[in-house]
T-cell receptor, first 113, second 116 residues
Framework: GENVEQHPSTLSVQEGDSAVIKCTYS??????FPWYKQELGKGPQLIID?????GEKKDQRIAVTLNKTAKHFSLHITETQPEDSAVYFC????????????FGGGTRLMVKP | GAGVSQSPRYKVAKRGQDVALRCDPI?????LFWYQQALGQGPEFLTY????????KSGLPSDRFFAERPEGSVSTLKIQRTQQEDSAVYLC??????????????FGEGSRLTVL
């Protein structure tokens, strides 16, 4: 079952606006948090990740923030473009519990031109 | 090829048939994973190989599911006596490192299985 909860399940924004997707996790042993983007008919592709010793990481228009105390992390996309439309998945990894990626349920982002 | 290759891309099976799904990981990648993705949901872990060794199969839903990677490269996921609930996209992923998830996971495009 899911140990990572992701919200919202769908998100519609106007081109140029910002989009924020939030995930919460339950296991305090989690220490690696990647975000994947999945376009229709394709496999997920890593877009950014963060490790538990860092609070924020940025790569051009995308950024991820991590709050270990509250056990949540968020993906921020600024200046959204139509090509950002896709399904986004957060995930966590617990190094001492099989080291497997556990994915959230996904967020379908639609960027309207 | 440059990426993870999966075949077939689409498979339609009658309930009770056996199916085999193939994954060609990126050359030199030690770790290989199989995930199952139901419609509208996130991928769920099935099994993990490090080279030819299957180190974790805790996600396989039943004994009808079997995976192998005999030479440490190509992997096959076999589903026996398919049921309708097996309908999903089966994703294969590989990574360079020997420790899972110390590096990027590269996914194939998946094999979509429909069981009638």
């Amino acid at each position: 079952g899911e140990n990572v909860e992701q919200h919202p399940s769908t998100l519609s924004v106007q081109e140029g606006d910002s989009a924020v997707i939030k995930c919460t996790y339950s296991d305090s042993a989690s220490n690696y948090f990647p975000w994947y983007k999945q376009e229709l008919g394709k496999g997920p592709q890593l877009i950014i990740d963060i490790r538990s010793n860092v609070g924020e990481k940025k790569d051009q228009r995308i950024a991820v923030t991590l709050n270990k105390t509250a056990k949540h992390f968020s993906l921020h996309i600024t200046e959204t473009q139509p090509e950002d439309s896709a399904v986004y998945f957060c995930a966590d990894v617990r190094w001492h519990a099989g080291n497997m990626l556990t994915f959230g349920g996904g967020t379908r982002l639609m960027v309207k031109p | 090829g440059a990426g993870v290759s999966q075949s077939p891309r689409y498979k339609v099976a009658k309930r009770g048939q056996d199916v085999a799904l193939r994954c060609d990981p990126i050359s030199g990648h030690v770790s290989l994973f199989w995930y199952q993705q139901a419609l509208g949901q996130g991928p769920e872990f099935l099994t993990y190989f490090q080279n030819e060794a299957q180190l974790d199969k805790s996600g396989l839903p039943s004994d009808r599911f079997f995976a192998e990677r005999p030479e440490g490269s190509v992997s096959t996921l076999k589903i026996q006596r398919t049921q309708q609930e097996d309908s999903a996209v089966y994703l294969c992923a590989s990574s360079l490192g020997t420790t899972p998830h110390t590096g990027e996971l590269f996914f194939g495009e998946g094999s979509r299985l429909t069981v009638l």
